[in-house]
């Protein structure tokens, strides 16, 4: 899925740098600054160094009024239109802006849900969107309602009002436990989602280093390719990033690069399985023999495959290992909301044995509201969401798991074969399990994504380099997707090969050019003024009104 619609975007970054001037002015105040920086940075190979040197200077410039101006006059432009759009994509449900001074029925609060749902142009019911939908299947669906009906107001906080919801999380995390190959020892928790899990597992290994080695400066080392959830966790607990290159043709991370980055202050070490961006697989092997040779503890991220290649091999597909038969792993995330099939809100963090699971416990002793213990982030958690995820796994049951992982490997190769045929694109890497990304040497990969959006089809977009990626769900196993899919592709692709250079038009415009804006921070503030507009509603409700529907 998009994360931005970016349309108005373009016009402010245009304005911004037709007019060279205030970026002359820096680049000529700027140079010998830069040059010293490079050097030294050159020297002493700090990446954090020439990163912190780069904010300063854009902070610097900031004091430029012409500049800064100019900046704060775009950034509202941007948040305006954001605005407009958030009303435009919601246009024909009114806002309500007030509790109704009278309880709602029923059937009029089920309508106006239903017509919530439907807004938005993506027919993702039906295989369109790339991921975002794991699962469409409407008797699961009923079961989902049925079961979450039944445990909507449990709180596993409270073990001993509702001790069968904490057995129902206990199960969900043994059955996961031996999925992955743990032995008696492993244990986990069930998490909200996969930022969670990663952000819990960084906690507990930046707390577990600090206690077994006190370390005080912790760093976690990961490939370029780690979800960004890393870097959410490294900004909330203060861990440095090392981020490690990948291995040019397999998008894999480079083991010899990963070694180097090792310190005396690394907590952590990290792959995935696989990627988010290109879906390749790291070598989890060696990363778990690097993690032995200098006693570091492994998280696997298996947040986006790990309820694929856990059944893989027992479907009849290769996979290296990657899970606890690997002596260094020592965690694992894989997301039940993701190919678990369950409702969003539900992932796995599993631990090798409880003194890794102990460091990510809060504990307060001395609390007025008695003694605290609480496992994960949150304190009252959904016990219907715990019901419903061990629901499905029930419902899908070994046999249902390893039919589903069948069928969508084998319809990722089936367009992963397919694509290879095809001219004037290539695949980075080589998917291993539901992921397959493009890129262009012939033409910007994004107007291929444009154009196929054009079609209904949403993927997601890559950076640096450009790509785009789809990632294949049960939902596009169905019938006629996949072909669809080749067949769009082919026929844009032969349309774009005519004119390989028309620069990219639309949306996905602005996303090639943010990529060549070196001042971060201007991309982040209008990302802070895209959050801004999913909160966004207007002043009045006569502001609001399309028609109803
Ligand atoms: C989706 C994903 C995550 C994060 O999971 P959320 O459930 O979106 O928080 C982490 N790692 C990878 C590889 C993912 O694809």
Redesign the pocket.
Known sequence: MNTFCLNPVKGFINNLFQDKEPWQIVTITSTTIFTTIWLWNFVVQDESLIERGKKQLFRLRNYIPAIRNKINKGLNNINLSFEAEALQKTKGVPFILDLPSNGMEKVEILKIVQNCVNLGGYDWKNGKVS?TVYVSDSKLVHLMGDVYKIASYTNPLHPDVFPGICKLEAEVVRIACHLFHGDEDSCGTMT???????LLACKTYRDYARHMKGIKNPEMVIPIT????FDKAAQYLKIKVRLVPVNPHSYTVSIKHMERAITRNTVMLVG?T???PYGTMDNIEAISNLGIKYNIPVHV?????GFLICFMPKAGFNIPPFDFKLPGVTSI?A?T??YGYAP?GS?IILYRNKSYRHHQYTITTDWLGGIYGSPTVNGSRAGGVIASCWATLMYFGYDGYINATTNIILTTKYIEQNLRKMDGIFIFGTPATSVIALGSNDFHIYKLSEALNAKGWNLNPLQFPSGIHI?VTSVHTEPGVANKFLKDVETELSIILKNPNIPVKGKLAIYGMSQTISDRTIVGDFTKYFLDSMYYTPKNQTASNGPEI
């Open positions: 991921g909200t989602g996969g930022t969670e899990s990663i780690a979800h960004s959830a995935s696989p990627n988010f991220d298996a947040c986006l495959g995330s997301d909301h993701k969003k992932s990632c």
